[in-house]
């Protein structure tokens, strides 16, 4: 079946513009997860979705970020006003218990 | 309490010989602990887990051991292929929230 799946894979955007990333879970995973990965690091995590609303949103670095999941299935992570420290790759994962979770590919975002 | 400290940072090894990661935490609310392999350019995929009631796990060449008195895991991979040449992730989960560790770039040499 589908895994899961980001876009874009990759981004450029210019600092201060505001960039929007999506993920789409594997169908039926009501579990899904955030993270954040800077060249050559490991994974930061950034928030947890259970169904659509997300109990903890501790890990988010700042209020320049946000994230929203429509209908138990897409999420978005938006990030306003993008700064150049800003600058990695976003793994998003999903999973049908707090378990294994299963990562897409990324989004690289670099901000110029 | 969150972390979990991961060593070595980078391993090489020769094609056939094994190669152990081990990964330490401190907090006591953890019951799960995943593997993750990374391979350039893609997201990390799960190779084994554990669970906190169980001492040793195996499949094929790749075995988990986990002392949960002494807030310690491992992971060997035996007879070593480049094609294992990647970068290995512990990690712990305790209710929804995953800590990995800052990972080991292994390096099969042929």
């Known amino acids: 079946g589908a895994g899961v799946s980001q876009s874009p894979s990759n981004k450029v955007t210019e600092k201060g513009k505001d960039v929007e990333l999506r993920c789409d879970p594997i169908?039926?995973?009501?579990?899904l997860y955030w993270y954040r990965q800077s060249l050559g690091q490991g994974l930061e995590f950034l928030i947890y979705f259970q169904g659509n609303s997300a109990p903890d949103k501790s890990g988010l670095p700042s209020d320049r970020f946000s994230a929203e999941r429509t209908g138990g299935s897409v999420s978005t992570l938006t990030i306003q006003r993008t700064q150049q420290e800003d600058s990695a790759v976003y793994l998003c994962?999903?999973?049908?218990?707090?378990?294994?979770?299963?990562f897409g590919p990324g989004t690289r975002l670099t901000v110029t | 309490g969150e972390n979990v400290e991961q060593h070595p940072s980078t391993l090489s090894v020769q094609e056939g010989d094994s190669a152990v990661i081990k990964c330490t935490y401190s907090?006591?609310?953890?019951?799960?602990f995943p593997w993750y392999k990374q391979e350039l350019g893609k997201g990390p995929q799960l190779i084994i887990d554990i669970r906190s009631n169980v001492g040793e796990k195996k499949d094929q060449r790749i075995a988990v051991t986990l002392n949960k008195t002494a807030k310690h895991f491992s992971l060997h991979i035996t007879e070593t292929q480049p094609e294992d040449s990647a970068v290995y992730f512990c990690?712990?989960?305790?209710?929804?929230?995953?800590?990995f560790g800052a990972g080991t770039r292994l390096f099969v040499k042929a």
């Open positions: 990690a712990k989960t305790g209710g929804f929230k995953t800590i």
């Open positions: 907090d006591s609310a953890s019951n799960y």
């Open positions: 994962a999903s999973s049908i218990s707090n378990y294994e979770q299963y």
């Open positions: 169908s039926g995973h009501t579990a």
